[in-house]
């Protein structure tokens, strides 16, 4: 199976920028897609950016413009590169691979914690 390991949060102030990583060990890393999640205390799990195999993007609406989710399949890492940080950016962060032809994303990190200050 998929082990996904993150790393790369933090405390910034809002305005900064951080760049999270996943790093995957284990299965086949590059058949796989990346999501990154993340859930506040008293909030639903939102999904915030997803990259395929193919390296197709998507962005919640919430983040367009600002996060950018990238991956290097050679170093079995994918990236969540957070400029512009909001307040409500707070949360903690996971990541999740989807096999392929997979109906959902099965394997998950642990999370890492991102803290926006105002």
């Known amino acids: 199976q998929v082990q996904l390991v993150e790393s790369g949060g933090g405390l910034v102030q809002a305005g900064g920028s951080l760049r999270l990583s996943c790093a995957a060990s284990g299965g086949i890393f590059s058949n796989h897609a990346i999501g990154w999640y993340r859930q506040a205390p008293g909030k639903e799990r939102e999904l915030v950016a997803t990259?395929?195999?193919?390296?197709?993007?998507t962005y919640a609406d919430s983040v367009k413009g600002r996060f950018t989710i990238s991956r290097d399949n050679a170093k079995n890492t994918v990236y969540l590169q957070m400029n512009s940080l909001k307040a409500d950016d707070t949360a903690v962060y996971y990541c999740a691979a989807r096999p392929p032809f997979g109906r959902s994303f099965t394997y998950w990190g642990q999370g890492t914690q991102v803290t926006v200050s105002s």
């Open positions: 990259i395929t195999r193919a390296g197709s993007t």
